[in-house]
């Protein structure tokens, strides 16, 4: 039996392996696609954040040093209102600009003269070179050897304040300032607060042209022929947000100089929901660097952009949640399905093997008990009937009769017999037919109980309620169920007793009851009795086919019915057939 067991469910286990198998490979190569086409993504839409921050910072240093060319071109003579009118249509065309300016390198013996010049000029008495207390409040600038104080500004308005301020008072103005002087290119700060800045925790940047009045090359060269700066001026939120307005991409970034001390590198956080900047340092944890997003080594979240001979490391974070994986959860489930669909047909293929197997086996079974049971009523009708022939003169009539009844009984249990394996036969093969009509049940039952061949002494009861209705049932399947079950009720009770047919009506069904007083039915037998062939341990040497109670309930699954079987061993029997009843 286990062999058996494992034979049978082996290709069926086959087939689910693989299919699970291919499925889960399948959906593995789907799920490494679909991520890397995911990072592909991410990574392209990274790589066009970062060059649109990188060409609005090469347009910037392109436009500082057009305008440094303006120096060189007029030799240095540029006054204000020169300066205004060749900057006024840059500052107009790129808002991202906050201001542009010229500050001068002035020495101090200079100090006085330029001061003067300077209240000349903006009709001002009190203004001078300033510079920022401890405190952060603006003052008179302190005695050094030189200052850079801004002297030419565009806009003026919300500006002023900032004119007149010493760039070189402030470190971190004074680095990039020294930088930039040095090496005759162009150079940024780090992230400051503006003089001008009325908002806390605004992080701006300046860059620096130098302008020299003849071209050096070397760095003692330079700072002897160093005449001032062009500067710009701009809020780090206006350049990130000027420069992404026409990409609209679910990425947030952190920006940090990596130039600066590590405690002044934030300069900003990108929130690609609302597109704006911020500074606050208290984000939310899903925000912060370090966190699990679409980094991997096919693309890295890291970019880097060149301001000024610093360097910003721009550090991205997919915004929101990530949409789920429709193509990995769809190769999973069409494979799950083309799994389920091939083991389902195939398990229907099996069942249909097994059935085929199982009716072939059932039929030579039926062959070999018909050719084993057929030959016995068949000896007694040849035999009698040679009697018959041989010897009728010289038999009387009791004999005649006793040959005649012999012949008729054979011929009864050789017609029943017939009438079960073609019953069998047919509804395996799905031909027997339920054709249903109104019967009256009491003499309908009558005329079957003459039928039925009793042992001497033995009398069958018809009761209940319901034996003097009429049903609406298929007449040759009932007729078939109850000669089955009063025959075996006569078969397996003694002589001289008494077989019960109790007819009751339950729920708008029928329910038709045989009880015998016979040798029981064991209760292990019970869920085995409607098998075709199978006949209890306790039967003894009475004679039986097995098909009985097996043609008794293919008529009632017919009839949408169902079995029920009270019985014990020396205790008789109570089987009951329910049936659908519609009057």
Not at 43 to 70: E, P, W
Not at 500 to 524: H, M, Y
Request: hydrophobic content about 40%.
């Amino acid at each position: 039996m286990p062999m058996l067991s494992l034979s049978r469910y082996l290709p069926a286990g086959l087939i689910l392996t693989l299919g699970l198998g291919v499925t889960l490979t399948t959906t593995g190569w789907v799920g490494r696609w679909e991520r890397l086409s995911r990072q592909s993504e991410f990574h392209k839409q990274t790589h066009n954040l970062t060059t649109a921050l990188q060409r609005t910072t090469n347009r910037y240093n392109d436009l500082l040093l057009s305008i440094s060319d303006l120096y060189y071109a007029t030799a240095n003579q540029v006054n204000d209102r020169v300066f205004s009118r060749f900057v006024q249509r840059t500052v107009g065309t790129y808002p991202g600009i906050q201001a542009l300016e010229w500050a001068p390198l002035v020495s101090h013996e200079e100090r006085g003269v330029y001061e003067q010049w300077l209240q000349d000029a903006t009709r001002q008495a009190h203004i001078s070179i300033t510079e920022r207390d401890r405190a952060g409040n603006l003052t008179t600038a302190a005695v050094r050897d030189s200052y850079v104080p801004v002297t030419f500004l565009e806009p003026w308005q919300t500006n002023e304040v900032a004119l007149g301020y010493d760039l070189a008072s402030d470190q971190t103005r004074r680095v990039a300032l020294e930088r930039a002087r040095d090496t005759g290119e162009i150079a940024a700060t780090g992230r400051l607060q503006l003089v001008q800045e009325t908002v806390e925790d605004q992080y701006s940047f300046l860059v620096f042209a130098p302008v020299y009045r003849q071209p050096a090359r070397t760095p003692e060269v330079r700072r002897k022929q160093l005449q001032g700066y062009i500067l710009g001026v701009f809020r780090v939120v206006d350049v990130v947000e000027k420069s992404l307005t026409n990409l609209n991409y679910d990425i947030d970034f952190y920006i940090f100089d990596q130039t600066a001390r590590p405690e002044d590198q934030l300069l900003g956080f990108y929130d690609a929901q609302t597109q704006k900047v911020t500074t606050q340092l208290d984000l939310p944890h899903s925000h912060r660097p370090g966190i699990k997003t679409l980094c991997s080594p096919e693309t890295d979240c890291t970019q880097q952009i060149q301001l000024g001979q610093r360097e910003w490391r721009i550090v991205f974070l997919r915004s929101g949640r990530l949409s789920p994986p429709w193509g990995t959860l769809a190769a999973l489930l069409i494979g799950l399905l083309i799994t389920a669909t091939v083991l389902i047909y195939f398990s229907r293929w099996q069942s249909e093997l097994e059935r085929t197997r199982e009716l072939s086996d059932l039929k030579l079974r039926l062959f070999s008990m018909a050719s084993h049971e057929l030959r016995t009523p068949l000896s007694v009708i040849t035999i009698s009937a040679q009697s018959l022939g041989a010897n009728r003169g010289s038999l009387t009539l009791q004999q005649q009769a006793s040959a005649i009844d012999r012949i008729q009984l054979a011929a009864k249990r050789m017609g029943r017999l017939v009438s079960d394996i073609l019953t069998l036969t047919r509804a395996e093969a799905g031909k027997l037919e339920f054709t249903p009509e109104i019967v009256m049940l009491d003499s309908f039952c009558q005329q079957l109980f003459s039928q039925i061949q009793l042992k001497s002494g033995q009398t069958i009861l018809l009761e209940g309620a319901a034996a003097n209705t009429q049903a609406y049932i298929d007449k040759k399947l009932l007729q078939s169920i109850l000669i089955n079950l009063l025959s075996n009720a006569s078969k397996y009770s003694q002589a001289n007793s008494q077989i019960r047919v109790v007819i009751t009506e339950e729920a708008k069904r029928l329910r038709f009851q045989v009880i015998d007083q016979g040798i029981g039915i064991p209760a292990d037998a019970h869920g085995q009795i409607f098998e075709a062939f199978y006949r209890g341990q306790n039967v003894g040497e009475v004679q039986g086919t097995g098909l009985g109670l097996a043609v008794v309930k293919t008529c009632v699954d017919l009839h949408s019915g169902y079995l029920t079987v009270e019985s014990g061993p020396e205790q008789g029997a109570c089987i009951s057939v329910i049936l659908p009843w519609v009057e």
